[in-house]
């Protein structure tokens, strides 16, 4: 039996240069993020199974002959990829309800990184954190047709709190954050995530984002130099100005595509504001999820009652990647 535990994840800066169609064509030559692992997790158990079928136990069940009639799309190319095919058990766990699809916090591509990591131990195979990574996004995007970037495979692989840059010629780059420890934990301290009660689909959003990409580069260059500001800002103890930063990127972010704010989530983010907060963003692609609130100490109490109606979800940043738990 093998487990393995992957983190999902927080994206500050960067969405939407992490598309192939972005950092191959940057002048840059590479498109940059900012985020961090969280302490919630996707489980992945693999067992041997006794006779030759394919069982999976996710929000749904399966008991199949064979892999070409595994119904869930992401574990079927992984056990394709990895080459297991018969006589398997997979069971799929996770710290947010399995039903709630479309949250922001890269609980697909957790998956992902997930069920290749388990799959590969399970064949007594050590896979690299860059390989996980590449292997979820060729699930993804080129076997499944998913119009995504590449940042959430990689935050949920590696872990902890890093710049990605994503290089023209194919290479990832994986800097850690340069920080005191009291200015990490001002910032942690000082962010909140709540809940909107709204899951999507965020394949629109995502769809009319990449089509924008050419018409939209130098916005998306805007986007990517916003990361560096945001390091530059931790490295010299200044995390107040990540959190106002928060707000320029939300404002911009709601001009990539319609759909990625709605009523609800204006309002929300607009009495958060009022009540103090310096900024925030909605998680993903937009159109639901998590709010992310930067608001200093002082401020919370006005922020958590202006958004008393919605579940606060606390949160600590996590180091490790998605690694095995158990092996036996």
């Not at 009523?263 to 900024?279: C, E, S």
Request: hydrophobic content about 40%; glycine content about 10%.
């Amino acid at each position: 039996m093998i487990i393995s535990k992957t983190p999902l994840r927080c994206s500050f800066f960067g969405g939407g240069t992490d598309f192939r169609q972005y950092y191959e064509n940057a002048s840059s030559g590479f498109g940059c993020v900012l985020s961090t692992a969280l302490n919630m997790h996707v489980y992945i158990t693999v067992n041997k199974k006794f006779d030759d079928k394919i069982r999976l136990c996710y929000a749904g069940n399966e008991l199949v002959d064979s892999v070409e009639e595994v119904r869930h799309n992401i574990i079927r190319e992984a056990l394709k990829l990895t080459g297991v095919t018969r006589s398997i058990e997979i069971v799929y766990q996770a710290d947010i309800p399995l039903s709630t699809a479309g949250v922001g916090l890269a609980s697909s591509s957790a998956l992902a990184v997930g069920v290749l990591n388990a799959l590969h131990a399970y064949k007594g195979e050590y896979v690299r954190p860059d390989q996980l990574a590449r292997e979820a996004a060729h699930i993804e995007i080129d076997l499944l047709g998913q119009r995504i970037g590449i940042q959430d495979q990689f935050a949920v692989a590696f872990g902890g709190f890093n710049r990605y840059r994503f290089h023209r010629a194919g290479n990832v780059t994986v800097e850690p954050v340069l920080a005191s420890h009291a200015t990490l934990q001002t910032l942690w301290g000082n962010l909140l995530l709540f809940f909107t009660g709204l899951t999507r689909d965020s394949r629109q959003i995502l769809n009319e984002q990449q089509q924008s990409i050419a018409q939209k580069m130098a916005m998306l260059d805007e986007v990517a130099q916003m990361v560096d500001n945001a390091w530059d800002a931790l490295a010299q103890g200044d995390p107040d100005r990540v959190g106002a930063m928060l707000d320029e990127a939300w404002q911009r972010k709601k001009r990539f595509a319609q759909g990625v704010s709605t009523p609800l989530i204006d309002a929300m983010y607009g009495a958060a504001r009022q009540a103090g907060a310096l900024g925030g963003k909605i998680l993903g692609a937009g159109g639901g999820g998590f709010l992310l609130v930067y608001a200093a100490k002082d401020k919370q109490p006005a922020v958590r009652e202006a958004l008393s109606q919605y579940r606060e979800i606390p949160f600590v940043p996590e180091g490790q990647g998605s690694h095995i738990v158990f092996a036996d």
